[in-house]
């Protein structure tokens, strides 16, 4: 007899084990912070692991050389990525620009999504209301939307002016650029459906992610309270940082099914038929992103607080996850843009 | 992962609806937590038991039809959309059967589940005494071995319906010698029987929800043990995971206030500023991941039929507090209008919201306070240490 099933199946779950294996293994903290001095030799090595490994091509179809998987099978290696804080923009790529690429299709996807899952080149993304590129000074492609249209402009065709967000990590870029008719790769309903579903993909990635992220920031704060005494006794005995913790796993472990279903919604279309309102993917991710950067951002905050001074330091790794936090729960739509989405559909 | 619910689940839904639809009581019953609203919700109870709807996943011979977890949780929507009335035999149904089911014997599932099914006995726990609230283990009640049975002494309180109620399941020190959760033992207990005395008590809202039971030399069986003498903390942990977990306060209950609050907005666009309306979408929306978090759960178990564990806990935290903030909405959103009591003739909803938001009031307090449940996620989830 079979039933509704709100579980991973064992493959996605093997896949999820296997990339958090590469992830602890490749991209330890100094990783991340060797990006933020100018050396990325640690992050092309994790990168390229990534792309042997099949994630970053994931979402290709076959004949680009994919795995034809869908967000549902992405979302887990999304989460695991933030629970190390990937610094190269991971849901840009595979989980925007790579399926993008093959939605639009010819020659375009044929010439770039090969070297984009191989690693050999990198692919950068701008939607509306996304005023900075990430990781703007690696990338060789820039995926740009114009009015109704989208297009696809080499590197040599715009000028990047690089900005200093508070996470070094983030490479923005401010991209200037003039569409022409050359480089217009979709245009009417069509690009304006795939912007759509980009913005949808690049707010459900980067709510996964901020789901690691969040984790990580419990995981490590536990550990410390468990480490550090004072009066005595460790500093996690007390009820004031139990507490803390406590709602941090609340906020967490509530937020996390949301995001699933989210993918879940992208992959296969709004299951859970639910006759409440008139929902739709686009309340659910909005939902899903809204519940992640709250959760996230609460677990920033008491983990900062729980470590006291040390992780006040700029030299202890707790800031490299904190300002991951920050700046992506403001990205792809903060909490309040999206609960006024979830508000339009579900209040009147 | 799959969604979509199955055509059996689909099938289970529309009949339960359409059952539902007809059946449900036009206007709301008087509140169950007194006297005369207690009668009402009998007659109700004894009506979903006559059409095998009283207890969907028990077995046919118990009343039940069989149903999946899954089928389950879709008959509680259904039952809350209609609006139906609260199940007075909660504690029965919800708490005391599943520790039945895990640990009775088969001479006590024949016996206590069928009448408890058909609202014949109705069941109030016996958990609090006047000294002994969250810090449970230390309980004073005691039970003395005599011949063929046992002599229960000692008070319990906060008994919610102990004073419309027929019999209680709780917890007697059964080793004098013993300290803390050792020498317990949990007792299944005829409130008529000598010895027995219930006074009821009034609730914050005034009805009388609550109840005192003495006991003064009452004798009781030896069949009335559940689950062994002196194992009567491993047992009542089973109970309480279902007071904190699945069954006592499924998602259904949530989705028909949060729609209720947004029916709510809608009729009253004016009054609500968009900080209230933020309000209001964040219930809604914690009603929905309450949703998700339970099929989620469920599936889980039902693929490795493990139980709920100490996650009850966060489970608990978070419903109790969302069915507060969502009344707290609201009450803000019927500003003045919101103080109205039942029973004032121009009270919205029938003064629905004030009568919920002091019942939502208690969902912190009951079932181990939301203190207590952060350090059990923290000390038992999280692994921070106890001392």
Excluded at chain 2, 48 to 70: C, H, I, K, N, Q
Excluded at chain 2, 110 to 127: F, N, S, T
Excluded at chain 2, 221 to 242: H, I, Y
Aim: charged share 25%.
């Amino acid at each position: 007899m079979s039933e509704m099933r709100f579980r991973f199946s064992d493959e996605q779950l093997t896949f999820r084990d296997a990339a958090r294996d590469l992830l602890a293994k490749e991209c330890p903290p100094s990783v991340v912070r060797a990006v933020w001095d100018g050396d990325t030799a640690g992050e092309d090595a994790v990168w390229a692991a990534l792309c042997e490994m099949g994630v970053v091509g994931l979402r290709a179809s076959e004949k680009h050389g994919g795995l034809a998987l869908s967000d549902l099978d992405l979302v887990l290696l999304l989460r695991e990525a933030g629970r190390v804080a990937l610094p190269y923009p991971v849901v840009e790529t595979a989980a925007v620009a790579v399926p993008l690429l093959d939605e639009i299709g010819g020659s375009l996807a044929a010439e770039w999504i090969p070297r984009i899952a191989s690693g050999e080149t990198h692919v950068a993304v701008g939607l509306p209301g996304e005023r900075f590129v990430p990781a703007a000074t690696k990338a060789d492609l820039f995926l740009l939307v114009a009015g109704d249209a989208i297009h696809a402009v080499p590197r040599g065709d715009l000028t990047i002016r690089p900005q200093v967000s508070v996470d070094r990590s983030r490479r923005l870029g401010l991209v200037d650029w003039a569409p022409s008719p050359a480089t217009r790769v979709a245009e009417g309903a069509t690009a304006t459906g795939l912007t759509e579903l980009s913005r949808l993909r690049a707010a459900l990635g980067t709510a996964a992610f901020l789901l690691g992220l969040g984790r990580h920031l419990l995981d490590i704060t536990v550990g410390y309270a468990c480490e550090r005494h004072q009066f005595g006794v460790p500093i996690g005995s007390q009820q004031a940082v139990k507490h803390k913790l406590a709602d941090v796993a609340v906020a967490l472990t509530f937020a996390e099914p949301v995001v699933y279903r989210a993918a879940y919604s992208l992959a296969h279309g709004p299951g859970l038929a639910d006759e409440v309102v008139g929902e739709g993917v686009d309340v659910h991710v909005s939902m899903a992103k809204a519940m992640a950067s709250d959760a996230a951002m609460l677990a920033a905050e008491h983990a900062l607080q729980c470590h006291g001074a040390i992780g006040y330091s700029y030299e202890y790794d707790l800031q490299l996850w904190m300002k991951r936090v920050w700046c992506l729960a403001a990205a792809h739509g903060d909490a309040r843009t999206h609960r006024s989405v979830v508000e339009r559909a579900v209040l009147g | 992962m799959d969604l979509d619910f199955t055509t059996q689940e689909n099938d289970f839904r529309a009949e339960a609806r359409s059952w539902l639809e007809a059946n449900v009581p036009r206007t709301p019953l008087p509140s169950g937590d007194t006297r005369e609203g207690f009668a009402a919700h009998l007659e109700w109870e004894r009506l979903l038991f006559d059409a095998r709807w009283a207890v969907v996943s028990w077995p046919v011979e118990y009343g039940g039809r069989e149903a999946t977890l899954m089928e389950w949780l879709v008959f509680e929507e259904e039952y809350y959309r209609a609006g139906a009335p609260n199940r007075v035999t909660q504690n029965g149904i919800f708490l005391l059967a599943p520790t039945i089911f895990e640990y009775g014997t088969q001479d006590q599932r024949d016996r206590l589940l069928p009448r408890m099914a058909a609202a014949e006995d109705l069941w109030c726990q016996g958990w609090s005494e006047p000294d002994v609230g969250s810090d449970l283990a230390g309980i004073k009640a005691r039970a003395t071995k005599v011949d063929g049975g046992w002599l229960l002494d000692g008070q319990k309180t906060w008994t919610t319906r102990g004073a419309f109620s027929t019999h209680l399941f709780g917890l007697f020190r059964s080793d004098p010698e013993a300290e803390r959760h050792r020498g317990l033992t949990y007792f299944l207990v005829p409130l008529d029987a000598e010895g027995v005395t219930v006074t009821g008590v009034g609730r914050l809202d005034g009805d009388e929800g609550f109840a005192e039971v003495f006991f003064d030399s009452a004798f009781v069986s030896d069949e009335s043990v559940l689950g062994g003498v002196g194992e009567g903390w491993k047992v009542a942990m089973s109970t309480t995971g279902s007071e904190r977990g699945l069954t006592l306060r499924s998602p259904g209950r949530f989705m028909a206030t949060a729609t209720r609050l947004a029916e709510l907005f809608r009729s009253r666009a004016g009054s609500a500023d968009d900080v209230l309306r933020e309000t209001g979408v964040k219930g809604w929306m914690d009603a929905q991941a309450y949703r998700l978090f339970t099929y989620q759960t469920v599936s889980d178990m039902v693929e490795t039929g493990r139980p709920m564990g100490v996650e009850s806990s966060l489970n608990k935290i978070f419903w109790s507090e969302m069915d507060v903030r969502l009344h707290e909405t609201a009450l803000a959103l019927l500003g003045v209008d919101g103080e109205l009591d039942e029973g004032s003739a121009d009270a919205v909803d029938s003064g629905a919201w004030m009568k919920g938001w002091q019942f939502a009031l208690a969902g912190p307090i009951y079932a181990g306070t939301n203190e207590i449940q952060r350090n059990v996620v923290a000390e038992r989830v999280l692994g921070l240490p106890r001392k």
